[in-house]
């Protein structure tokens, strides 16, 4: 098989850059219908991408000795809670906070993100536990059974929810799923699919030539496409994190990265993380520095140099930050020899 030189930890930079897009829509003052197949369909793959990578290489080792679930799953709540840290004065100065009861805040904390992006990590915990467990106790077939069926439910109260609330017994069962999450873009209903798809890359050895898996990205991407136009068309989304052919795009897509022949990078883990979480921030800071140089019109107003300062920023300091990190390390690991 012919090899490409795209390996996992190259693509996450990709994936971070893309989720980067969602909230900046790089294209809505060239032309709004190019912005939402951008912004709205393609740029979709960046999250489910950093799902698969977690199934991939985490569910194995977890079903291998659960110790390492609980592991992964205190790192992840540190750097949720460093995140929750980091936005709260954002969160406070936009006025975020107020008039929310102690029950919206709980379920912010542990379902929803206390900020738009943080949302991820939560869900990932939920979504995670609910994989482990259902591949300890559950066929492996039944496991894709529940999860497709979480998905469905997912997407009538996502992209296809135009549909479900036109019905009272549906509207009523997902006005009770919004009295609990916010979206169903969480670590019930959309999470689990996708962290299952990256496991089952390690159950099952496909065997398609590259021509065939090409064909199958590039009609699933087309095809989800037009799903996303036909369905935003129509005015059916309440949200567009959910599509119907993302499955088939995003498990072609990854099979396509996984025979890459290059060396995976602990360094573009990192990075790749750091862009996500500190992003939006540089919203703020792009933002900011047009209002004090009078800038707007360029540096705001039009998306495309908005999105690429935003990227430009965060890639700029998480790979200064993964610099001074790597720097300390190194002079601990030094201080630690000589004593």
């Known amino acids: 098989m012919e090899k490409n030189k795209i390996t996992l930890d190259r693509f996450r930079i990709i994936a ?21 197949v951008f912004t709205h369909v393609v740029c979709r793959i960046g999250v489910p991408f950093f799902l698969m990578i977690t199934g991939f290489f985490v569910l194995p080792k977890a079903l291998e000795n659960r110790k390492r679930l609980v592991d992964y799953t205190i790192k992840i709540t540190k750097v949720y809670v460093l995140c929750m840290i980091l936005y709260l004065p954002v969160s406070l100065y936009a006025g975020k906070l107020n008039h929310l ?13 206390t900020f738009y992006h943080l949302w991820y990590f939560p869900a990932l915990i939920l979504g995670i536990w609910i994989v482990y467990f259902l591949l300890r106790y559950c066929n492996k077939k039944i496991v894709g059974i529940i999860v497709v069926f979480l998905y469905v439910i997912g997407l009538f109260g996502d992209s296809y929810f135009g549909i479900s609330e036109n019905w009272i017994v549906t509207s009523t069962l997902y006005n009770g799923i919004f009295t609990i999450f916010d979206y169903t873009r969480n670590g019930l ?34 095809a989800m496409i037009i799903e996303g136009l036909i369905l935003h068309h129509f005015h059916l989304q309440k949200h567009d994190s959910m599509y119907i052919m ?16 290059g060396e995976n990078n602990r360094k573009l883990r990192s990075i790749s993380t750091m862009i996500y979480i500190i992003h939006p921030l540089f919203i703020i800071v792009v933002r900011g520095i047009a209002k004090v140089l ?33 720097k300390w390390i190194e002079r601990k690991l030094q201080k630690n020899e000589s004593c």
Do not use: R
Not at 16 to 35: G, K, M, Q, R, W
Not at 191 to 203: A, D, N, R
Not at 297 to 326: P, R, T, W
């Open 101 to 113: 009861s102690a029950i919206q805040i709980l379920k912010d904390i542990f379902l929803n993100g």
């Open 189 to 222: 209903f959309y999470v689990p699919i996708f962290l299952s798809l990256g496991y089952l890359f390690t159950q099952v050895k496909w065997n398609l030539s590259p021509k065939v898996n090409l064909i199958c990205i590039v009609f699933s991407l087309i």
């Open 294 to 326: 009078h800038l707007q019109s360029i540096m705001v107003d039009n998306s495309f140099i908005h999105y690429m300062l935003v990227v430009a920023f965060s890639v700029g300091f998480s790979i200064l930050f993964e610099m001074l990190k790597e």
């Open 16 to 36: 971070a850059i893309l989720i980067v897009a969602i909230h900046t829509y790089p294209f809505e003052s060239i032309n709004e219908n190019l912005d939402f």
């Open 246 to 261: 993302l499955i088939p795009l995003m498990a072609s897509l990854f099979y396509s990265i996984l025979q890459g022949n």
